[in-house]
């Protein structure tokens, strides 16, 4: 069973797959989970009155799926994540509860067409926008009706046949995020950068495309390249669109598809060594008894001068009671904000190879009973376009195809802080 519940534990929309499970059920997961205000807090798997409840939520709106078979609750979750994604393609990216109930007969459809008898079937946004729509277009009634058959059974139902583009074009993103924690005397406690490649292909007829990074077995393997003197980065996992040939890439490590058309996430990746930080920070915090603070902040970017960072912004803490603050800096705006205890330095550009400093003096409101200053970290946020933390760079990508026409490559690298991007003081 499954079915969509919002915060007040009424039951939105639902549909019941099997006998095994009844309706009365959902009183359970109402009262000891929502009603208990457990969600947040909660492991997303609960055992409930002989029945298996995995959920997760969306907004306002708790997507549940309920049995009693021994199911395998990572793809039961994988199966909700899935559905979140294709309710978002089709009624928004924030859609609420009053969006799910202006559309109970599409969704009926999608539960149908996503699910048959509690197995998961065809989640593909692209294969079901062409047979659901929202009433805005409508199927030339000439097609092929072996064509519905061909698409969600076959092989490769991500890619129609058919598709031509006047140009022939792929666009290819490495999005990087990177966590970092440091110590107060610099040393890392934690590093970990989380990558994406994100492409969007405009490819005509079913070509098959080969894709290499810079990956640390790849080029040891690969004596003979041009890349064979180079060290190549050691990525830890990795995790592919399901169009990637994984039995390949175990043989030879080459990351060989068929691609969608259009936008989609080729891989995520994750690297833990060898980090190239992108600022270096030195802090220097001074208390001078209890009515005064004295802070000095050193940031240098790391690399290259021929780059440059955007839209830096720099959270130094100081303590709640704060009654004033002197601050200069080389450049850039910097302010204090009582709101967030928080001096908050911005640059909307920062060149590489290039530092600056913030002194502040801080006053503070002398307090009835003394408190020691926790020191919270520092927090960083940031954006570096053409550069990788991590040191991944796309090596080629190939595109084969019977006519043998041209493509046109792009390729772009952007950086950002992750969630987590703090030194302490």
């Known amino acids: 069973m499954l079915y969509l519940m919002n915060t007040k534990g009424d039951i939105v929309i639902s549909r019941q797959y099997r006998d095994d499970v009844s309706a009365s059920s959902t009183e359970s997961f109402r009262q000891k989970i929502v009603a208990a205000k457990e969600a947040s807090t909660s492991a ?12 997760t939520r969306h907004l306002n709106i708790y997507f549940v799926a309920v049995t009693r078979s021994n199911v395998n ?19 928004g990216e924030k859609f609420t509860e009053d969006k799910v109930r202006n559309n109970f007969t599409l969704l009926y459809e999608l539960f149908d067409e996503t699910i048959d008898f509690g197995y998961p079937q065809n989640t593909s946004i692209d ?13 030339k009634i000439a097609e092929d009706q072996g064509s519905l058959t061909s698409q969600i059974t076959g092989a490769i139902d991500w890619r129609r046949e058919g598709i031509r583009h006047k140009r022939n074009e792929v666009y290819i993103d490495v999005l990087e995020s990177v966590n970092l924690l440091l110590s107060a005397t610099g040393s890392v406690l934690r590093q ?11 490819l005509t007829g079913m070509p098959e495309c080969k894709f290499g990074l810079n990956d640390k ?9 041009a890349n064979a003197g180079k060290s ?9 669109h399901r169009c990637v040939s994984l039995g390949r890439f175990d043989a030879d490590r080459t990351i060989t598809f068929i691609p969608p058309d259009g936008e989609f996430e080729l891989m995520k990746y994750r690297v833990t060594d060898n980090i190239n930080l992108p600022f270096r920070i030195i802090a220097a915090i001074q208390e001078d008894g209890q009515t005064r603070v004295s802070i000095n902040v050193k940031c240098t970017a790391t690399f290259s001068e021929k780059l440059f960072a955007s ?9 709640n009671n704060t009654a004033k603050c002197k601050i200069k800096c080389t450049m850039g705006r910097a302010k204090y904000v009582p709101e967030e205890s928080s001096i908050v330095f911005r640059l909307k550009r920062f060149q590489g190879q290039s530092e600056c400093m913030l002194a502040a003096d801080v006053t503070l409101m002398p307090l009835v009973r003394a408190k020691a200053w926790s020191r919270p970290p520092l927090s960083l946020d940031f954006s570096v376009p053409m550069f990788t933390a991590s040191g991944v760079h796309v090596r080629f990508l190939k595109v084969f195809d019977k006519s043998g026409y041209t493509t046109n490559r792009w390729v772009r690298y952007i950086t950002k802080s992750g969630s987590s991007y703090c030194i302490r003081i």
């Not at 199966?79 to 393609?89: D, E, S, T």
């Not at 970990?192 to 405009?202: A, D, F, R, Y």
């Not at 190549?232 to 592919?240: A, E, H, L, Q």
Request: proline share 5%.
């Open 44 to 55: 997303p798997i609960r055992i409930l009155d002989s029945s298996t409840f995995i959920f």
């Open 73 to 91: 609750p990572s793809l039961v979750l994988e199966y909700l994540y899935q559905k979140i994604r294709v309710l978002q393609a089709y009624l």
């Open 127 to 139: 294969v079901l926008k062409m047979y659901i729509n929202l009433g805005k277009q409508r199927q």
């Open 192 to 202: 970990e950068v989380t990558g994406s490649v994100m492409m969007n292909t405009k």
């Open 217 to 225: 077995l790849v080029v040891e393997k690969d004596k003979n390249s």
């Open 232 to 240: 190549g980065v050691s990525i830890d996992d990795c995790t592919f």
């Open 311 to 319: 839209s830096v912004t720099l959270k130094i803490p100081v303590p």
